[in-house]
């Protein structure tokens, strides 16, 4: 079964064949995406960005969640036809392509078309993909769908990836501060260093909305650390998938972003029960720490920057918090790492590092 949505821009048509299964439906089109658009040698050519993007518009909702993978498509108009040279692609949140070709001369509604699985034939992981089009050597694509692949896996636990040779993530729990938030974003950009964040999902939706905006627009990935941070193991099966659901839901609906596939477990508490409904929403990396700067405890800057350079390493997952003192030390931190020689770099970019799929 195809689920079809159409929308505006030239997209990502598939490849391999997917498996099939029952649609949830599609979602109401979020609000405004943040999301940055990654470019691919493939389809644009480093130098030729002189073509302008494509004018296009949806047909539909542009935006889908699917609990089981099968074929998507998306159909779309172009203002004033395509020109001679256009291509399409899917590709997943952080830039990796999924599928790609070239779109038909001169026209003027498109239908992109994908089976959900990835250039060597296996199904796609869960997480988030994005279709779409720009005239052929060019750096500019124009995002025409969302899809949101939420298929149940085996979660497993995570605490560093020391085969990821000099690169360490920063993560950041909470996002109980929303001003603390804002000055590690900018430390993260001043120092060039990438992070992901773990906030709460009822502040992503309140007061820090406009933080949480920032930190999917400054290309930084996010991870989910429940709605309201209880103790998942004390919780029922069905509220720990509302707990889960109803955090990725507001990323989705309010940013075109979605959790998926990593969750932080509040307190770091997890239990067997917990990993198995995780799985079952597509959650397959929980991610714990190996270094704790200990930051929620108030220790002071100093006390904060000694827990996480002397004891990071190769592949570390550092654990620090949108409080506190946190964005007085990070620039310390930042630093001290690039001194030691890591890079700093969003948990995608660190399970790629390490040759984890």
Partial sequence: MVVAAAVLLALVAAACGGSGGSSQGATQTPKGSAHASASDSATASSGSTASA??????????????????????????????PDQWVWRVRDYYGKKMSAGKGEPGATTSTIRWDGTQPDGSPAEPGEYVFEVGPQFSAHMTPIGWLRLQTPVQAKVYRSLPAAGKKVALTFDDGGGATAWYWILHALRAGHAKGTFFPIGEYVGDYAHKEAGLTVQDAMAIGSHSWSHPDMTGLSDAEIRKQLQDTDDVWWNDFKASTVPYFRPPYGSYNDRVLKDAGELGYSRIIMWDVDSNDWTNPGVDAIVHNVLSTVHDGSIIVLHTRGKAPKALPIIIAGLHKMGYQMVTLPELFKAAGVK
């Fill in 53 to 82: 993007p494509l004018k296009v518009e949806t047909v539909g909702n542009d935006a889908v969640t699917l609990h089981q993978r099968q074929p998507v498509s998306f159909t779309f108009h172009i203002a004033g036809g395509a």
